[in-house]
């Protein structure tokens, strides 16, 4: 069965300091693997993916992502923090070996940027 | 704006009433799908479509649940005879997807469902 866990439902990290938001998955095949962010009343948007190829991916906003396949980990992550990069962070899995097309989300993670 | 369209964005019922919800998505976008998101959860899947075909439906979709995407253009969710449990926001995505996806899906603002 395919799965997301993010272990910290909170992450705070002061302004300017380097951030990092976990996430690992479980896929019976190769993952497709993407991450999304939710300000309050607002839609989720997205962020950046991996599909396939280097395992650093480069998204919006100043994020990257790095794919680990051994550790089976996508974790997020962005060199020096901003106080608007306070929002819900959710990491999403798809199984590129599975027939179906399911979306498999965290259950996501509260990210607060101290001034 | 060219983005992921919901409506209404709120909606409040009785226990037992019918309730429909309207997707609109980005208009080149030939996949749709609907997620239901409780307090502290993650999006859960519930159908999806490709054009105007359903393709899939999670087997936590009730038979209570039902939607449509008659012209491949926008989309419905009708929940009969709400019960309480079905108070959630109700999410709505849209993708572009070839054989050589997939896309990222852009959401919709949502629907939030409150069953009393």
């Known amino acids: 069965a395919q799965s997301v866990a993010q272990p910290e439902d909170q992450v705070n990290v002061a302004e300017g300091n380097p951030l990092t938001v976990k996430c690992t998955y479980s896929?019976?095949?190769?993952?497709?693997l993407f991450w999304y962010v939710q300000y309050p009343n607002r839609g989720l948007q997205f962020l950046l993916k991996?599909?396939?190829?280097?395992?650093l991916v480069k998204g919006s906003y100043g994020f990257e992502a790095e794919f680990n396949k051994s550790q089976t980990s996508f974790h997020l992550k962005k060199p020096s923090a901003l106080v608007s990069d306070s929002a819900l962070y959710f990491c999403?899995?798809?199984?590129?070996?599975?027939?179906?097309?399911?979306?498999?989300f965290g259950t996501g993670t509260s990210l607060t940027v101290i001034p | 704006d060219t983005g992921v369209s919901q409506d209404p964005r709120h909606k409040i019922t009785k226990r037992g009433q019918n309730v429909t919800f309207r997707c609109d998505p980005i208009?080149?976008?030939?996949?749709l799908y609907w997620y239901r998101q409780t307090l502290g959860q993650g999006p859960e899947f519930l159908t999806y479509?490709?054009?105007?075909?359903?393709?899939?439906k999670s087997r936590l979709l009730s038979d209570r649940f039902s939607a449509e995407r008659p012209k491949g253009s926008f989309s419905t969710l009708e929940i009969q005879r709400t019960e309480q449990g079905d108070s959630a926001m109700y999410l709505c995505?849209?993708?572009?997807?070839?054989?050589?996806?997939?896309?990222?899906?852009?959401f919709g603002p949502g629907t939030r469902l409150t069953v009393t």
């Open positions: 995505a849209s993708s572009f997807e070839l054989t050589s996806g997939p896309y990222e899906q852009y």
């Open positions: 896929v019976s095949g190769n993952p497709y």
């Open positions: 991996y599909i396939t190829g280097d395992n």
């Open positions: 999403a899995v798809r199984d590129i070996s599975n027939t179906g097309n399911q979306f498999y």
């Open positions: 208009s080149e976008h030939n996949r």
């Open positions: 479509f490709q054009n105007e075909a359903q393709l899939e």
